[in-house]
Structures are given as C-alpha cells and as structure tokens.
C-alpha cells in the first residue's frame, strides 16, 4: 500500500516538473525578436523598452517596446522613430 502511494506521488510530482519546465521555455522563447515591426509606433502609446543584442541569447539587435495595451513589439534600433522612442521613454524615466 505504500509503494503505491510513493509510486503516485512520484508520478505526480514528474508530471508537474515537466509542465513547469515547458512553460519556462516557452517564456524565453517569447522574449527573443525574430523580426521588426513594419509600424511606426508613436511614444504616447509606449510605455517602456528593452534592448535585446544579437550578440547575447537572441539572432537579431533589436528594441522591444511595451505598449498600453501590454503587447510587445519589435523594432529596429537603426530607424529613426526608434531612436527617438527611446530617447522620449528615457526622459520619462529620468524625470520620476
């Protein structure tokens, strides 16, 4: 009767091991840009960023805006609306 009830919590316990570990993994992959944005995105809409460099984990340089509505989008850090976001969304945070 006890093995039984090793042997359920041990099943258990793995199944809950592997649902763990496959959300994790699923998380990073979301944070990595693949592509750009073709939008320009005003900053009133913005309300941070990440930079993410292609030499670290991910394949591409790239600037990953949150917007109001909790999306995250992908941009170019060599277009000039970028930049110009960035620099707005820096000023916001120097000023708090």
Not at 29 to 50: A, K, W
Not at 55 to 82: G, H, S
Request: hydrophobic share 45%; net charge positive; glycine share 4%.
């Amino acid at each position: 009767m006890c093995s039984g009830k090793s042997l359920l919590l041990a099943t258990l316990g793995s199944v809950l091991l592997l649902h763990l570990c496959s959300e994790s993994e699923a998380a990073s992959n979301f944070d990595c840009c693949l592509q750009y944005t073709e939008h320009v995105l005003h900053h009133r809409f913005l309300v941070g960023f990440t930079q993410q460099l292609a030499n670290e984990a991910c394949d591409i340089d790239a600037i990953i805006f949150y917007t109001k509505r909790k999306l995250a989008v992908c941009a170019d850090p060599k277009k000039n609306w970028v930049k110009k976001a960035v620099r707005v969304l820096s000023q916001r945070v120097n000023k708090m």
